[in-house]
């Protein structure tokens, strides 16, 4: 089982890397693109802003108030295709996506 600690310093290389690639947003989107019910909000966020607004936010909330975390997660895929083709050198980003789709398909670890 992984910590809490661990997803937490994947969660900041995932960030890193994000702002590196040029891809972290100074502004949010609108409240109705972030409310959107697709997986990704693909109807409304690039990958890049979902990753930004909704997945990192939801993680960093979830471990500081102990809760369960995803015991699913499957995010490579899609950012090897949304990546593929763009001519950003996404490897670690997507490396980083690895881990933790690796660290949250293992099981919930214990609070920070």
Not at 28 to 44: G, I, K, N, R
């Amino acid at each position: 089982m992984s910590t809490a600690t661990d997803i937490a310093a994947v969660l900041i290389d995932i960030e890193a890397q994000l702002r590196q690639l040029g891809q972290w947003d100074r502004l949010p989107p609108s409240d109705e693109a972030l409310a959107s019910d697709q997986p990704f909000c693909v109807d409304t966020l690039t990958l890049p802003q979902w990753l930004q607004f909704i997945f990192l936010p939801t993680i960093y909330r979830l471990l500081e108030e102990g809760e369960p975390l995803p015991d699913r997660c499957g995010i490579t895929p899609m950012a090897e295709e949304y990546f593929r083709g763009t001519g950003l050198a996404s490897a670690d980003l997507i490396g980083a996506l690895v881990q933790i789709d690796e660290l949250l398909n293992e099981g919930a670890p214990e609070a920070l």
